[in-house]
């Protein structure tokens, strides 16, 4: 069998076109870049989502936190019979028959 033969044309061809591709490429990602780093949707939205998801995180810290205690809460209220008595004492301010209760103003 012969090697095929090469046209030099064809060749030059596809250098050029190689080439603009290149060049074409290069010029949408500065595109791209630029528009990544100067616009209204670009680097500060990533900022500002950044932030907003850590205060979010903390705010779901802290409620699992709060969610813990009053689950202990309610677990001593129903297995504790002093519990509910001072939740009746103190948020709802009932007494006992014969007990005087003294309300003081709060400050």
Same mark, same amino acid.
Request: charged share 25%; proline share 7%; no cysteine.
């Given at each position: 069998m012969l090697p095929p033969v090469s046209n030099p044309m064809s060749r030059r061809a596809s250098?050029?076109?190689l080439k603009a591709v290149v060049l074409l490429a290069g010029v949408l990602f500065i595109v791209f870049a630029v528009s990544f780093f100067f616009s209204d949707r670009g680097l500060?939205? %990533?900022q500002h989502a950044r932030t907003r998801v850590a205060t979010l995180r903390a705010s779901i810290t802290r409620l699992e936190a709060d969610n813990a205690r009053l689950r202990a809460e309610i677990d001593s209220v129903k297995k504790s019979?002093?519990?509910v008595e001072r939740i009746a004492r103190e948020? %709802?301010?009932m007494s006992r028959k014969g007990e005087v209760v003294y309300m003081l103003? *709060? *400050?």
């Open positions: 250098q050029v076109t500060h939205e %990533l019979s002093y519990a948020d %709802l301010g103003p *709060k *400050k």
